[in-house]
């Protein structure tokens, strides 16, 4: 029987399942993805749709920051 997990919904900076991510989604539309849902983070699920972490939307803009620097250097 699969756990019931709709009570964690309620938790205070918990998103569920039905908010992630996957690992192939880019930063920029995982941005788009925090913004409209106004979240600071969201958990990353892998191919086989199983958790695979959280991504952190500062450390996500930091990550696009540095990206554009290294662009600009080019």
Known sequence: KKP???SL???SGFEGSDMAVSQTTDKKQTLQI????N???LPVINKDKRFAGIVN???LTASLIIDIANELKK
């Open 39 to 41: 979240v600071e983070n």
């Open 57 to 59: 939307r500062s450390r």
């Open 4 to 6: 019931d997990t709709s």
């Open 9 to 11: 919904k309620r938790l």
């Open 34 to 37: 925090m913004d409209k849902l």
